[in-house]
């Protein structure tokens, strides 16, 4: 049987190594609305300012319309909007790999805000 003072390198080597690995989501974890209502300002108030949407009236982003149109919004909004934002869908550009991970939490966390106050238009 191995020694114990042995195999405890071993071990912290390896749960150092697998802590490391781990994605950082701290600053995920308290999204910045401010932040996010500048990004949307930039990228996304062209075609969902006040919350509507210029291309396909119907698509709003009213909590409505994001229960009705986002997959998993009733089991997590934050990253069914998230998702949105990645991925982008029809007229939509995806903007995974333009905007950082936080940016876009903090786009997710401003638009759901904003819904939940009704898009003060």
């Known amino acids: 049987m191995p020694r114990p003072e042995r ?39 062209a075609c969902h300012m006040g919350g ?21 919004y009733s089991q997590d909004h934050l990253e069914a909007i998230e998702h949105q934002i990645e991925a982008g869908k029809n007229a939509m550009p995806p903007y995974q790999g333009k905007l950082s991970d936080d940016d876009i939490a903090d786009v997710a966390a401003y638009v759901e805000e904003q819904a939940e106050r009704g898009w003060q238009r």
């Open 7 to 45: 195999i405890f390198p071993l071990v912290l080597v390896l749960v150092i190594g697998l802590i490391g690995a781990l994605p950082a989501t701290a600053s995920l974890a308290n999204p910045d609305s401010g932040n996010g209502s500048q990004i949307f300002s930039t990228n996304c108030a």
């Open 52 to 72: 509507g949407n210029v291309i396909r009236a119907s698509r709003t982003l009213s909590e409505a319309d994001l229960q009705a149109h986002l997959d998993s």
